[in-house]
């Protein structure tokens, strides 16, 4: 697939995405009451969401990060999680938040919440993403939260990328 901006259509702009993601951040406030939150981005799709969403939670967080890939240089999921980074503190009676950019699959999101259930006896665990492609579906598995559902696109900008390239674009775009 040849991907280039001027190609580009925008399926969320920049105002779209700050005015749900602060819609977000309004019902995750109203979940946690001001409780500590250890939030988990998953690097690097995630990171422009997490930040934006993080700056609107009235709650004290910590942040972690951790790095997964599914896709390498296709636009299509390979079928396999690979945990490139994982490492993360004691979680043991935290309320944790892991915050992704899409679930398609949801092997990704599987895979994160049977890896934090398997180690860690946390006090809640809420998964927040901020795109949701439930056509793409092969695990019965729901994010808590999201921002958008899409159909069946490749979509890039904003944290998603195509081979590495377009996570700064300030909207989130597909190709026709």
């Known amino acids: 697939m040849d991907i280039k ?20 951040a309004n019902e995750l406030n109203n ?24 700056k609107s939670l009235n709650m004290p967080v910590k942040i972690e990060f951790i790095r997964l890939s599914s896709y390498g240089s ?6 396999k999680v690979n945990a490139v980074d994982i490492r993360l503190p004691d979680l043991n009676g935290k309320n944790v ?13 599987k895979f994160l919440l049977d890896f934090m259930n398997c180690n860690f006896n946390v006090k809640s665990l809420k998964f927040c993403s901020l795109l949701d492609k439930k056509v793409s579906r092969k695990v019965d598995i729901q994010p808590d939260y999201y921002g958008f ?3 069946d696109k490749f979509v890039v900008g ?16 597909y190709k026709e």
């Open 97 to 109: 938040l892991i915050i992704e950019d899409i679930v398609d699959t949801g092997l990704t999101a």
């Open 31 to 54: 979940l946690y009451k001001g409780e500590e939150v250890t939030v988990v981005c998953v690097l690097k799709g995630a990171v422009m969401f997490a930040v934006d969403l993080i």
């Open 149 to 151: 559902e899409i159909d």
């Open 5 to 24: 901006i001027e190609n580009l259509k925008v399926l969320f702009d920049e105002n779209r995405l700050q005015t749900r993601i602060i819609e977000l």
């Open 74 to 79: 296709s636009v299509t999921t390979s079928g």
């Open 158 to 173: 904003y944290g998603l990328d195509y081979d590495g390239y377009f996570r700064n674009l300030r909207y989130i775009g």
